[in-house]
């Protein structure tokens, strides 16, 4: 069982907008602002979203958006692209001996 | 560019060891933490351990505390995971990953394709 709780799967039509929830506890979610999101294509290496829950690296598009109320961090993709279908994980700094923990992942599937 | 290429995985039977490499390039190795991260067949990911810029800092997940242990050299730009008492779940892909900042609260911005490690008889 992961540490931080995602959907197994969401969907969405391209155009759409989608949101994928990220919960966990406040010793890590909700203690810090260290919450990042990746994505992973089948057969590659993860890929970095978004950091520090709202932070967009250079290169990856305005339609990925990050935030976080409480113990619950949030992704949201909007305008939906067939490129976007892949696994999404979150992960969060914890107070934990183990410092980082990700979520289980969720399969987004653009229909 | 941002390169990281990680080396050392094979087939090892339970209990043996292995050493993991990873070779950095295209960033100024000593200014960042390092993780690595791996991924059961099939599963999600599962963070194992970082290092801090100078080595000052280093954290393990609970599952390998005591089993692995993470080391830089940063003259040779070089990561390191040395994983004794091997078990069939410590199988997966490792990745090796660089963070965004020099401490281990940084996030891994960039990742190497990971080196396939079998713990089986």
């Known amino acids: 069982q992961s540490a931080l709780t995602q959907p197994a799967s969401v969907s969405g039509s391209p155009g759409q907008s989608i949101t994928i929830s990220c919960t966990g506890t406040s010793s890590d979610v909700g203690g810090y602002n260290y919450v990042s999101w990746y994505q992973q294509h089948p057969g590659k290496a993860p890929k970095l979203m978004i950091y520090e829950v709202s932070n967009r690296p250079s290169g990856v598009p305005d339609r990925f958006s990050g935030s976080k109320s409480g113990n619950t961090a949030s992704l949201t993709i909007s305008g939906l692209q067939a490129e976007d279908e892949a696994d999404y994980y979150c992960s969060s700094y914890t107070s934990s001996s183990t410092l980082w923990v990700f979520g289980g992942g969720t399969k987004l599937t653009v229909l | 560019e941002v390169q990281l290429v990680e080396s050392g995985g094979g087939l090892v039977q339970p209990g043996r060891s292995l050493r993991l490499s990873c070779a950095a390039s295209?960033?100024?190795?000593?200014?960042?933490?390092m993780h690595w991260v791996r991924q059961a067949p099939g599963k999600g990911l599962e963070w194992v351990s970082g290092?801090?810029?100078?080595?000052?800092?280093?954290g393990y997940a609970d599952s390998v505390k005591g089993r692995f242990t993470i080391s830089r050299d940063n003259a040779k730009n070089s990561l390191y995971l040395q994983m004794n008492s091997l078990r069939a779940e410590d199988t997966a892909l490792y990745y090796c990953?660089?963070?965004?900042?020099?401490?281990?609260?940084?996030?891994?911005?960039?990742w190497g394709q990971g080196t396939l490690v079998t713990v089986s008889s």
């Open positions: 990953a660089k963070a965004l900042g020099w401490g281990l609260s940084n996030s891994a911005d960039y």
């Open positions: 295209g960033f100024t190795f000593d200014d960042y933490a």
């Open positions: 290092i801090s810029w100078n080595s000052g800092s280093i």
